[in-house]
């Protein structure tokens, strides 16, 4: 490709804008394929994550997350419609430190940023992979390990909502969930026994099947006491998993909230005192504490990787043979429909009688809408936060991206090379208009993504403290479903993760070959001209989404991996404000201004990225 200061349009492509808002629609595409990039990474994994983690309260820096970046990823566009420059290449001409010839501050940064990136789409890939192997598991070893986590992870969820009926004294609803509870036991307890630990020993869950067998049948009063009001509660979920880590303060703790929460009951139910409640807790609860005891780990079945591997070269082969019109119809149609079933979620946690329980209140809105930060370990949640605000709506690496797809889609091409004509200058107003609907128009796809997946977050994995991690990262994001969907739910959450955590692979793979391409370009690592940046972005559509399979393979933890992204991202987008300055002020065309409205939001844009990428980088250098 040609240097900074010349562009690459010449005049064969050049045409004249759309004129009604109809025909300006039939020319967006750049704004979908990026949001096709989003949904999966930020708002199916990183947003469901923090509203995991710090609840309803955060909702407010989610939503500005989403809507104040978007004027610097106009300007960054407009940038390369007036110029016919790339993003890269602009991004190299920033004042400041440089090695002639290898490039700027800024391209070391990136270059710091976009091994992070990999580490990301690593976790991404491999987030469909373990989508794929619950759907559709590859190994007998692999469907009972499913079975056995589905089992364990309902539990945690099952207790939870045990916990939030009895709070209210829902009475209907807790046998049934009681019932659930027993017999989620009971198959958690039958799959372990068909798996292995990691030193090749069976478990034995004879005794514990026994037991189970036992006290589903019990008809005396303590039993059943404790079978339908002990087993099901949190606290004793808590008591239990505690004694297993030998954390005795702890237990001990949990286990003065289960004597309290029985003693209590009998104060309400004086015609059941001829039952010892604390008796019954001691004797049956040491028993299901002992035969439910996990001394060593258990070998997790390997699925998810066979999935991965193959999932990696069936992209490398999309990627190296496949069109810009293919990655935007592609990538449109899978986030789109996800979307769709996810705010359908949503309402229906208002509506839908068994979903009730983690109904979200007008308070819950007013409280994720108060500016809060969250309670004693707010800076440990502000964190998480700004982790996240660096990866949700359009992130560092889209931002950058973004300039691509357009040039892809011919916005530039279109415009034509700037000269001193009154036909350029209205050339480029016009495709400018087209650029801003674009970006406006996949702005609204995403935030109404993620304010969904962050209130799905927060009202139930929040609510029954499941923090998707490591192999069960999609099956508690597949939590949040089941309230609503009951037993389809399994089936339509894997479709859309798949749907949505590939897309994102797929989309930012694309992207990043062109951006590594570019970077090799700018850096005279490839010889100048388009012939050689096209041949560059095959080569690296190849190798990029082969690193990021290898990632996985080797262990990377997708949330760990795409909180660790989202703040590199974070530190970025300081960087990114700034440019978008720059080339507002410095690199623009009075013709094509924005008006002072728009400069206003800018600055307030660029200001807003700044703080929230400084405390990102304070919350993790000194906490």
Known sequence: MSDNSTSDLDLSGIQDPPSTFGKILTKIGPGLIIAGSIVGSGELIATTSTGAKAGFTLLWLIIIGCVIKVFVQVELGRFTLINGITSIRGLNMLPGPRIEGKGNWFIWYWFVMFAFIMGQLGGIVGGVGQAMSISMPLTEEGRDFNEYRNAETLLTVLRAQYGIEASNNNEEKLAGIAAQVLENEKTSIVALGKLRYVDQSVPDTSNAAIYFDALSKATDAPTVYFRDRILPLPEFGN????????????????????????????????????????????????????????????????????????????????????????????????????????????????????????????????????????????????????????????????????????????????????????????????????????????????????????????????????????ADMVRSLGIMYKPVFGEVAESIFLFGAIAVLYSTFFVASAGNARMFSDVLGTLGLIKPGEKSYRKSVKLWSAILPAICGITYCAGVKPVVAVLMSGLMQSIMLPMLGFAALYFRYKHSDKRVAPSATWDFFVVLSAIGLLVAGGFAAYTKIFN
């Open 239 to 470: 008591y239990v998993k505690l004694s297993h880590q030998d954390k005795v303060d702890a237990a001990a703790n949990a286990y003065t909230l289960l004597k309290s929460y029985a003693t209590g009951y009998f104060d309400r139910n004086p015609t059941e005192q001829s039952i010892e409640p604390l008796d019954v807790v001691r004797k049956l609860g040491e028993d299901y504490t002992s035969l439910r005891r996990k001394t060593k780990e258990v070998v997790k079945a390997k699925d998810d990787v066979y999935y991965t591997v193959g999932l990696t070269v069936f992209t490398i082969v999309l990627l190296v043979i496949g069109r810009y019109g293919f990655i935007q119809i592609f990538s449109t149609v899978l986030v789109g429909l996800f979307t769709l079933v996810t705010i359908v979620n949503v309402f229906g946690l208002q509506t839908v009688d068994a979903a009730t329980t983690w109904r979200i209140t007008w308070a819950d809105i007013q409280h994720g809408l108060s500016f809060g930060v969250g309670g004693s370990e707010w800076m440990e949640g502000l964190g998480v936060a700004l982790a996240t605000f660096g990866i949700i709506g359009v992130g560092a690496a889209e931002l950058i991206a973004y300039p691509y797809w357009c040039m892809e889609q011919g916005y530039a091409k279109f415009t034509g090379p700037r000269d001193d004509s009154n036909e350029w200058a209205e050339r480029a107003r016009g495709w400018m208009k087209v650029l801003q609907v674009d970006a406006w128009a996949s702005a609204a796809v995403y935030t109404f993504a993620t304010i969904a997946f962050y209130l799905l977050g927060a009202a139930i994995l929040g609510r029954a403290d499941l923090q998707p991690a490591d």
